[in-house]
């Protein structure tokens, strides 16, 4: 079942009110209804922390934290023109407390909706690296949109994975998914998001969990951006997620699952040894397959752009109207890192082809 319409007005209302504990509450009673559960309900055993844990990324460079602090946002039709600000944030969801970072770029009129991009950071990261390393906030500053960035709890993974290989988070209407999918809808509510025009993405394992919310949540996404990840439904649980972060997932996860049909971009290095390259191949295959299944055939086209020290080879997939469905950058020589991205950051590739530019320019050509 879908977001219910009224839902958002009725949350919307409440923000204009300055009414924003009602209103988040309203959304969260509204995607209950809509078949979300809370995380509390799964009695599935979690893996021993140990176990877990060793699911991340490899050697990273210490970066400085700031402390988080709740905010209370103005209503949206009461804003007047104002400069872009950086903020930290806190939801409450499922009995638990999310730090998030929000990104508003300069606002002009505060009556125009904004697209909303969800930035899923990878292990040993935080919502303020991953922002440092992808300068997404520069992109969204140009191009005119709102940049989430949630956090994960280090209770729930001590690396600060999100944990996409765990049964419990790969269903719709639980676990972080559902917090995810829950949080956006309160930012479009709160801070005049449009809610056709919302993306994921995210690194690594950021990555896997965008392409499990795009599989999950296809009423509330509009596009899904996977760099150095994995697709939806390549691991279950620890042993099948090594074996696929280190294979690739099996013919069966790829070919055997029934996708959800979704634009997707993809961006994988050559070089990766953390996440193997055919995994980037294999959610390619995967979205081939779906929208093949929904009567969607997709032309391929070829080309090597001269945009960065390594090179690259982009492939893109159209549907008859010409409009590009699928694309995927293979960078070679790019390892396991953010393509592009700044070194101020963890976990960042500056001579690679800039993904947060690609990433951009992809989702901005589609809505809902």
């Known amino acids: 079942m879908g977001f219910d319409p009224a839902a958002l007005q009725r949350a919307t209302q409440l923000t204009r009110e300055g009414r924003l504990m009602d209103a988040t509450r309203a959304i969260q009673e509204a995607l209950g209804n809509g078949g979300f559960a809370s995380p509390e309900t799964s009695h599935a055993p979690p893996?021993?922390?140990?176990?877990?844990?060793?699911?991340?990324?490899?050697?990273?460079?210490?970066?400085?934290?700031?402390?988080?602090?709740?905010?209370?946002?103005?209503?949206?039709?009461?804003?007047?023109?104002?400069?872009?600000?950086?903020?930290?944030?806190?939801?409450?969801?499922?009995?638990?407390?999310?730090?998030?970072?929000?990104?508003?770029?300069?606002?002009?009129?505060?009556?125009?909706?904004?697209?909303?991009?969800?930035?899923?950071?990878?292990?040993?990261?935080?919502?303020?690296?991953?922002?440092?390393?992808?300068?997404?906030?520069?992109?969204?500053?140009?191009?005119?949109?709102?940049?989430?960035?949630?956090?994960?709890?280090?209770?729930?993974?001590?690396?600060?994975?999100?944990?996409?290989?765990?049964?419990?988070?790969?269903?719709?209407?639980?676990?972080?998914?559902?917090?995810?999918?829950?949080?956006?809808q309160a930012v479009v509510a709160s801070h005049g998001g449009d809610p056709k025009r919302v993306y994921v993405a995210g690194l690594s394992a950021g990555g896997a969990m965008a392409a499990i919310l795009g599989e999950l949540y296809p009423d509330v996404f509009a596009a899904v951006g996977v760099h150095s990840g994995l697709p939806a439904g390549s691991a279950s649980d620890v042993p099948s997620a090594f074996s696929a972060m280190r294979k690739g997932p099996s013919p069966h996860a790829v070919v055997g699952r029934r996708a959800v049909a979704i634009p997707t971009i993809v961006f994988h290095g050559s070089?990766?040894?953390?996440?193997?390259?055919?995994?980037?191949?294999?959610?390619?295959?995967?979205?081939?397959?779906?929208?093949?299944?929904?009567?969607?055939?997709?032309?391929?086209?070829?080309?090597?752009?001269?945009?960065?020290?390594?090179?690259?080879?982009?492939?893109?997939?159209?549907?008859?109207?010409?409009?590009?469905?699928?694309?995927?950058?293979?960078?070679?020589?790019?390892?396991?890192?953010?393509?592009?991205?700044?070194?101020?950051?963890?976990f960042t590739d500056p001579q690679g082809p800039a993904a947060s530019e690609a990433m951009a320019r992809f989702f901005l050509r589609h809505a809902r």
């Not at 709740?70 to 009995?95: I, K, N």
């Not at 935080?126 to 191009?143: I, K, P, Y």
């Not at 940049?147 to 600060?160: D, I, T």
Request: proline residues 6%; aromatic residues 8%; contains cysteine.
């Open 271 to 346: 070089s990766d040894k953390t996440v193997a390259p055919g995994n980037g191949q294999a959610i390619v295959q995967q979205q081939l397959a779906a929208h093949a299944t929904g009567g969607t055939w997709l032309e391929r086209e070829e080309a090597r752009p001269a945009q960065a020290q390594r090179a690259a080879t982009r492939e893109q997939w159209l549907d008859d109207q010409g409009q590009v469905r699928l694309e995927s950058w293979r960078i070679a020589g790019g390892p396991h890192a953010w393509s592009g991205g700044h070194a101020s950051g963890s």
């Open 47 to 184: 893996p021993t922390w140990a176990a877990k844990d060793d699911v991340t990324d490899v050697e990273y460079r210490e970066v400085s934290s700031v402390p988080m602090i709740e905010t209370r946002a103005a209503p949206a039709s009461a804003r007047p023109a104002r400069d872009a600000s950086f903020t930290a944030h806190v939801f409450a969801f499922g009995g638990h407390r999310w730090r998030y970072r929000l990104y508003e770029p300069r606002r002009a009129d505060p009556a125009a909706l904004l697209p909303v991009l969800v930035m899923l950071h990878g292990c040993k990261q935080d919502s303020e690296d991953f922002a440092r390393g992808t300068g997404m906030n520069a992109v969204a500053e140009r191009d005119g949109f709102l940049v989430v960035y949630p956090e994960q709890l280090r209770k729930s993974n001590q690396m600060g994975c999100w944990n996409w290989f765990e049964a419990q988070h790969q269903r719709r209407g639980a676990g972080e998914p559902a917090m995810i999918a829950a949080l956006v």
